[in-house]
């Protein structure tokens, strides 16, 4: 009788503990349910960004172009001023005097020159001496024209319209000729130069045209988009060696002017994707360089599939190639799956997953 109770209380233990591993192996074996989805089509436009320098078309230096003291500065700094607005004056005494001088020499030399050709008529002097009469007469002419020019640098006037730039002199200083007194800008017109790398600009001649005359659009230091739009004028000179760059113009109005001189902002040039392929950012993981996401096949296994990214948006990425628009892919436990992986998924459409993601396209 023991040995039959022990032998049945043994098969009740077998049963049971069978039971339990079976029960472990199904709990071990059952399919993780992941998210995924499919990818979708949508026409893009994004702007790609070149740091720009903002220069007035019309910006030069204003300097000094004779010696003397500063005697009157009738401008102020950030000042707006008009063509041939007095901006400074030097004194001029000095130059008054030997232009005062000058023109007395010059009256001499046409006194003397008369009463020679007065002899000159009466055959009384030789035709050289009333030769060499005339030549010391267009001597002090000439004379007088250069001392009244150099009395006229003392009054330093507005060559342009325009905005003042910063004093670099004060009245009373003793200047030399060619010192700087300030600089003047025409803002009315601007230009931004902005350097694009090699690769993007051979795109533009292969692909896009050499992108002179499209409009560009210019975000300013505040991260503002400025309200007016400018086109692209030229290409400048030859690539910078050193940077791998070529540099591009762009002219941009400015009625209000708001922008000034040596301003610095950022190009924003649109290239337009129609009818692009876009998949979420987070399905896709990066392996040696290269981006791979993870498409679920007919067998509802993993493959692990390599694809070609050609633009970046907020939370997407436009594809160029490795992908068809069929292809379900995955989006969430990417790390804790392998290729060959069997799944079981919650396919949610792309109309549900990207308003998620913070789409912003035009």
């Known amino acids: 009788m023991i040995t039959k109770l022990s032998v049945f209380l043994s098969l009740i233990a077998a049963l049971?503990?069978?039971g339990c591993n079976h029960a472990e192996h199904e709990a071990h074996h059952?399919?993780?349910k992941l998210e995924a989805t499919t990818l979708f089509r949508k026409d893009v436009s994004l702007p790609r960004q070149y740091v720009g320098l903002i220069e007035a078309i019309m910006h030069i230096e204003i300097r000094a172009l004779e010696k003397g003291y500063l005697e009157s500065i009738f401008v102020d700094e950030g000042q707006w001023i008009k063509e041939g607005q007095p901006m400074f004056?030097?004194?001029a005494k000095v130059?008054?005097?030997e232009f005062e001088t000058a023109k007395a020499e010059a009256q001499f030399a046409k006194i003397e020159y008369l009463n020679t050709k007065?002899?000159?008529d009466e055959n009384i002097v030789s035709?050289?001496?009333l030769a060499l009469a005339k030549a010391k007469l267009d001597k002090a002419n000439a004379k007088v024209m250069l001392m009244q020019t150099r009395l006229g640098f003392t009054d330093i006037r507005a060559p342009f319209d325009g905005v003042m730039g910063r004093f670099h002199a004060r009245i009373g200083s003793l200047l030399d000729e060619g010192d700087l007194l300030t600089e003047l800008s025409d803002i009315r017109q601007l230009w931004v130069y902005f350097n694009v790398p090699e690769a993007d600009y051979l795109n533009f001649k292969m692909e896009e045209g050499d992108k002179l005359g499209e409009a560009v659009q210019l975000k300013m230091a505040n991260g503002e988009i400025y309200e007016h739009t400018g086109v692209i004028e030229r290409i400048v000179g030859d690539f910078d060696n050193s940077f791998g760059t070529i540099q591009f113009r762009a002219l941009f109005p400015n009625p209000d002017k708001i922008l000034r001189h040596d301003e610095t902002?950022?190009?924003l040039l649109t290239k337009h994707y129609p009818n692009a392929m876009i998949i979420p950012q987070k399905a896709v993981f990066e392996i040696m360089d290269k981006n791979y996401v993870y498409v679920i096949n007919e067998e509802e296994k993993l493959e692990q599939r390599l694809i070609h990214i050609e633009a970046e948006m907020t939370k997407l990425f436009l594809i160029k190639e490795g992908l068809n628009e069929s292809d379900r892919v995955l989006l969430e436990g990417i790390r804790r799956v392998s290729p060959g992986d069997k799944v079981s998924i919650n396919l949610r459409p792309p109309e549900e997953?990207?308003?998620e993601l913070e789409l912003y396209t035009e």
Do not use: S
């Open 30 to 32: 059952e399919l993780p």
């Open 353 to 355: 997953i990207v308003p």
């Open 16 to 18: 049971f503990l069978n």
């Open 127 to 129: 035709p050289n001496e």
């Open 89 to 91: 004056e030097l004194m």
């Open 95 to 97: 130059y008054q005097a």
């Open 118 to 120: 007065g002899l000159a």
């Open 265 to 267: 902002g950022t190009i």
